[in-house]
């Protein structure tokens, strides 16, 4: 790579940049993605060049096939961001470098290192009762609710779904969800994975490591029913590093993308009138618009990522040792060689909303997000059965992300609960 004395070094004859790739960023993205995908797919077929942030090269994948290929070999498609050959022109304030940054976590794990971290979580995973965890789900649900339930109005992003998940998984991990010292914890996840202007993310995030360790260490003397304790007495005999990365790991996976499936769901059953005849009554209904966000407004719309292994062609394209793929998940969902009728939106479940292959989301994990959703949205629409939009549904606007896809605010009305 040739060093133009700029800050980015000049990419090389058949890199991405070179061949008139597109922005990965804008308003499209935030208000109607699947149309931009559709036109990147047209233009560029399954496999898209990208600029990332700062105008970093990397390729989309956005067919269903491709997707599926990328995922399942990890021979070719490795986790390892340290593969990347676009480092040097990466600057230290890169803003999608929390997400791309190697951390010691099983995130960026390969092979058998992999399999051995992952399949500790799996085995902790596991050991939860999923009707335990439908009734404190249920319990931290009434308790949000009752917060508001009295002033007939509220903002259910930040009231309900992004705290209940966030509740929900740190109590699975074996600390109360309610008490000052969780308060913090809760808080400063919150600072940490979703900074609201004036936060100080980075003191946040090392806040979280100091509480995760202690918990650790708590959980050593004293073990539990809980994630946490089933990690440290894995046979695998990870250590206590390895514990305090991978649950940090597994509350953020767990917090973000099923609080957006949460708030989109949410705000299908209440601008849908194929849904809006029956959401109070049809629990069917609650199950049907949870499955159709997963094939239309996935949460992980865009996932990064995965870094070539060795040169290699992928749709057509000729990528080079250490390229950035980014996987188009919301794209290869809605990929029409899939749905050649132009009608999205099955009842099963071979969305790739997450993903595919060895570093899927863990089974159960799919299975428990589900739960802990199912609930949120069922007991809010029990609570509050007349809960309408505060406004109309086009004033609703998606957050400023290409990775994740969930609102900015959804205000709701109801009949205030006299308690
Ligand atoms: C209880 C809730 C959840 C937990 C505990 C959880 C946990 C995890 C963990 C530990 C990983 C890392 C896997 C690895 O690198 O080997 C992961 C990856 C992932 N999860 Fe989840 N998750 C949850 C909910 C969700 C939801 C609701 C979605 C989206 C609908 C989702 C989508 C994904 C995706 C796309 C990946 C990336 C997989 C890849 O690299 O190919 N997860 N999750």
Redesign the pocket.
């Known amino acids: 790579m040739t060093d133009t004395g700029s800050d980015h070094p000049t990419p090389p004859p058949g890199c991405p940049a070179h061949q008139g790739a597109v922005p990965l960023a804008g308003l499209e993205y935030q208000q109607a993605p699947s149309q931009l995908y559709r036109s990147l797919r047209r233009e560029h077929g399954a496999v898209a060049p990208v600029l990332l942030d700062g105008d970093v090269p990397a390729w989309l994948v956005l067919g269903y096939t491709e997707v599926s290929y990328v995922?399942s070999h990890d021979e070719l498609f490795a986790?390892d961001s340290r593969r990347w050959n676009q480092w040097p022109a990466i600057p230290q304030d890169w803003p999608l470098l929390p997400f791309v940054g190697y951390q010691p976590?099983?995130?960026?794990?390969e092979g058998e290192e992999?399999r051995r971290?992952?399949g500790v979580?799996t085995q902790a995973?596991e050991g939860v009762d999923q009707f335990e965890l439908a009734r404190d789900c249920q319990v931290i649900a009434d308790r949000l609710i009752a917060d508001f339930a009295g002033s007939g109005r509220t903002e259910l992003m930040s009231t309900y779904a992004h705290a209940l998940?966030m509740r929900?998984?740190v109590q699975?991990c074996g600390m109360p969800h309610q008490g000052t010292d969780t308060q913090q914890l809760v808080e400063d996840l919150r600072i940490s994975l979703d900074a609201a202007e004036g936060d100080d993310p980075v003191a946040a995030y090392v806040r979280v490591g100091e509480r995760i360790q202690r918990l650790v260490k708590e959980k050593r003397d004293r073990p539990g029913p809980d994630v946490t304790s089933r990690m440290i007495l894995d046979p695998a005999g990870l250590t206590d590093e390895e514990i305090v990365q991978?649950l940090i790991?597994?509350?953020a996976?767990?917090?973000q993308?099923?609080a957006?499936?949460i708030g989109n769901t949410l705000r299908l059953l209440l601008t849908d009138e194929r849904f809006a005849l029956n959401v109070s009554g049809g629990r069917l209904s609650v199950g049907e618009a949870l499955n159709e966000v997963?094939w239309l407004d996935?949460?992980?719309q865009n996932?990064i990522?995965?870094w070539a292994v060795r040169d290699t062609q992928l749709g057509g394209r000729q990528i080079r040792a250490g390229d950035c793929v980014v996987?188009g998940?919301a794209a290869a969902n809605t990929d029409p060689q899939i749905w050649p009728e132009a009608h999205v939106g099955a009842e099963n479940s071979a969305h790739?909303?997450?993903?595919?292959?060895?570093?899927?989301?863990?089974y159960p994990?799919?299975l428990?997000?589900?739960?802990?959703?199912r609930t949120a949205v069922e007991t809010l629409l029990e609570r509050l059965p007349d809960l309408v939009l505060a406004v109309e549904p086009e004033e609703l606007t998606w957050r400023p992300s290409i990775w994740m896809r969930g609102l900015t605010t959804l205000p709701a009305l109801f009949t205030p609960v006299v308690q």
Not at 105 to 109: C, N, Y
Not at 353 to 361: I, L, T, V
Not at 368 to 373: H, N, Y
């Open positions: 995922t986790r976590s099983v995130l960026f794990t992999h971290r992952a979580i995973l998940p929900a998984a699975m991978d790991s597994v509350i996976a767990a917090q993308p099923t957006n499936w997963l996935t949460p992980t996932f990522g995965r996987l998940l790739l909303s997450f993903s595919n292959g060895e570093h899927r989301c863990p994990a799919p428990l997000a589900d739960v802990i959703a």
